[in-house]
């Protein structure tokens, strides 16, 4: 049975694509789910993607993916990722490698956003990279992990 990548999107990250394009561009959640529903298969890999604007909900999904020794969990906290002690308390908790993942470039941005809770306990944290970095980040787990790519096909 494939191994699963829990994708993880925090509060307002529904919102994405109705405003603020200048910062996070004009694709949709339902994109973004899309764009690592197909990064993952490259990967031979099952994908649970959820989006909460609850921190306690965001926790419950983490202990899930350990307690289910999901392969990884890609993880956009969004504001939380700033604030949240009990976020990265949770991922200290799991034995499964965690990726921090962000639309914007959050070094370039307000000083309150240079600051992670999340990248101390991440075995990776990527930002600015628009939506790309879901399906970068999903690369990067793959490999971290040795997950089967997709076979090359030879020609002749
Ligand atoms: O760049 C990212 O992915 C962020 O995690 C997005 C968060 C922000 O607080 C972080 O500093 C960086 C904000 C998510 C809210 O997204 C919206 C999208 C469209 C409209 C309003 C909010």
Redesign the pocket.
């Known amino acids: 049975m494939a191994q699963t990548v829990y994708i993880l999107n925090?509060?307002?990250?529904n919102?994405?694509?109705?405003?603020?394009?200048e910062?996070?561009g004009h694709a949709t959640l339902a994109d973004v789910e899309k764009l690592c529903r197909e990064a993952a298969k490259r990967h031979h890999l099952a994908v649970e993607f959820r989006q909460s604007n609850h921190e306690g909900e965001l926790i419950d999904w983490i202990h899930e993916a350990g307690a289910k020794k999901a392969a990884g969990i890609l993880i956009?906290?969004?504001?939380?990722?700033?604030t949240s002690v009990s976020i990265r308390d949770a991922i200290t908790a799991v034995a499964i490698p965690v990726i921090e993942?962000?639309?914007?470039?959050?070094f370039s941005?307000e000083g309150f956003?240079h600051f992670s809770h999340i990248a101390p306990v991440a075995k990776a944290s990527l930002?600015?990279f628009g939506i790309t970095?879901y399906a970068l980040a999903i690369d990067g787990l793959a490999a971290t992990i040795g997950a089967r790519g997709q076979e090359v096909s030879r020609g002749g």
């Open positions: 925090g509060p307002n990250l919102l994405l694509g109705t405003r603020e394009p910062t996070y956009n906290p969004a504001g939380l990722t700033h993942v962000h639309i914007s470039n959050i941005r956003r930002c600015g970095g």
